[in-house]
């Protein structure tokens, strides 16, 4: 009996030891990819927690959220205070970001090529088809641009990635709102499909003559060509954790309802034009609280000890009072099923 008591005690005591340190499951956003996966690293490091977490673009972060098999979803389109409602939701924001041009041109390396909004919007419109067309030649007069097709590639899958690049499209080109306008997924009228920013940019690297658009880490990690662009202001500037600070700096998150908020072509002289935040979406009525309550130290620990690794990959951390907006915020939406907040 003495053996069996053991035995039962040690085994409720592994049960426990593996309730304690269950991983934690997420999908969505691979705009937030490299800084999730960075954290979650160092995390379990720290906590023993690990997190297993699926970069399947946002619109499929959503889906998986609202079906209730993650614990968490993340998306770089931030969804409206009645949609969240209806979903039985809640969003704060995680990390902020830039969203980069990048190209393929012998001869051209990263932040050589200067580029407007209007442009870019013509490239992906496909009235502009090669990279010696006058518009392109005008803003660069100094590169020895080839009479050479341009290879479009755009997002294959439901994309928060997508949201900001059109976003910001719809406010610097009319033509673009009204033939084409702006969301994680739409209606393209040219372009080559790659699956998430990894595969926009594994077609990009592999096309002569190609322009895509990713998420600022990948061009950085794998020294592709991105372009300057020229903001609202009427600036050339380039993509650094800098000039997404600038940006970032124009956002309202006290008067935000639901944290909704774009960032794309906020003024500022130094503010980069195509910036964006990744939200993290959850369940209002946490079916699995103790999962939920993990999810929420994930993201304390990486507001609080995670600002130096988001610097290190050109993202920007979200401000400390924002943060306590946030968690202000866990303890008023997120409840388990007794009605208990889940965030104490």
């Known amino acids: 009996m003495r ?66 098999t993650v614990d968490f979803g993340a998306s770089d389109m931030p969804l409206t ?5 209806a979903k ?22 990263p932040g050589q090529m200067r580029m407007t909004g209007p442009v870019l919007a013509d490239i992906y419109l496909g ?22 097709n341009i290879v479009v590639v755009r997002r294959a899958d439901g994309s928060g990635t997508t949201f900001i690049f059109t976003n910001y499209l719809s406010k610097v080109s009319e033509e673009w709102k009204s033939k084409v306008g702006s969301s994680t997924a739409v209606s393209w009228p040219e372009g080559v499909a790659g699956k998430a920013n ?12 190609a322009i895509g658009y990713v998420e600022y880490a990948y061009a950085k990690t794998a020294k592709m060509a991105y372009t300057q662009m020229q903001n609202k202001a009427g600036a050339y500037v ?54 939920t309550q993990q999810v929420m130290k994930f993201f304390d620990w990486s507001f609080r000890k995670g600002g130096a690794q988001a610097a290190q990959l050109d993202y920007v951390p979200m401000p400390e009072n924002v943060v306590k907006l946030i968690e202000t915020s866990w303890k008023t939406e997120v409840h388990d099923l007794a009605g208990a907040p889940v965030w104490k």
């Open 127 to 148: 009235k502009i088809k090669q990279w010696n067309d006058p518009a392109i030649a005008a803003l660069n007069p100094t590169l020895k641009l080839p009479e050479q």
């Open 238 to 291: 380039l993509p650094d954790d800098k000039t997404f600070q600038a940006a970032a700096a124009y956002a309202d998150w006290a008067h935000a309802p639901a944290f909704y908020e774009v960032l794309t072509n906020e003024p500022g002289a130094t503010s980069w034009p195509i910036t964006g935040a990744t939200f993290v979406l959850l369940q209002k009525k946490a079916e699995k609280g103790a999962n």
């Open 81 to 85: 205070k009645e949609d969240l409602e």
């Open 198 to 209: 990894a595969g926009v940019a594994s077609y990009v690297q592999r096309i002569d003559g």
């Open 3 to 68: 053996n069996l008591f053991l035995n039962s005690a040690a085994l409720m005591s592994a049960i426990a030891c593996s309730a304690v340190h269950a991983d934690i499951t997420g999908a969505g956003s691979t705009f937030a990819y490299p800084i999730f996966a960075k954290w979650a690293d160092s995390y379990k490091k720290e906590n023993g927690v690990g997190l297993n977490y699926q970069a399947i673009g946002s619109g499929g972060g959503i889906k998986q959220i609202t079906e209730k």
């Open 88 to 109: 039985g939701l809640t969003q704060f924001p995680a990390i902020m970001g830039g969203v980069v041009p990048v190209v393929n041109l012998s001869g051209i390396g």
